[in-house]
């Protein structure tokens, strides 16, 4: 009986964190602005996520959250921003097991293939040229320093995630563990 507890505990923790993200999603795709901070913002919960049930329950996760903003979100762009991008919070470990002078190589390649490969399919599959028509008259240029500057974003956003991971592991973790035994 205790480990049907337990199970039950933990698809609802991670049924919660992935309704959080979607909330974060749709919420994201009313305010234009926000089409790349709600699917970086909506990652993150995946780190509480990996702590207290593990990577296996973090992909599932992650999956759910996925699905629900390709259904729900009005932003398809952010969607698939979260489709493609999402799951690094599971994959940096590691990617940061790489030896250090190959990492922010890794990194970066992993960035560049993976945001290359979600505006090509975003272009060419799914025909989105409205996306192009953002950047104006200098359609080739702009598109090429948005995408240079949307890597350096990402590799900015590591450097965050791993401090909000040292907060969530070192100050609230242990804050609301202590909440719940009482």
Known sequence: MKALSEQSRA?????????????????GGLIPVATYCSPLVASVLLLPVMSERGRRW???TWAVTAALSLLLSIDREAAFFYLFVG????????LDAIRAPLRPFAKLGFFA??????????????????LLADFGDFTRLMAAV?????????LLYDLA???VE???????RPRLLRRSDK
Request: charged share 10%.
């Open 166 to 172: 040292f907060y969530w592991l070192r100050v609230l």
């Open 113 to 130: 293939l993976s945001l290359g490969a979600m505006y090509a399919l975003l272009l060419w599959v799914f025909r989105l040229t409205e």
């Open 58 to 60: 973090a992909w599932m």
């Open 11 to 27: 698809v609802a923790f991670c049924a919660l964190m992935a309704a959080l993200g979607a909330v974060l999603m749709a919420a």
């Open 161 to 163: 995630l791993k401090r």
């Open 146 to 154: 948005f995408f240079a500057a949307l890597v350096l974003v990402m």
């Open 87 to 94: 799951y690094y919070p599971i994959l940096r470990r590691r």
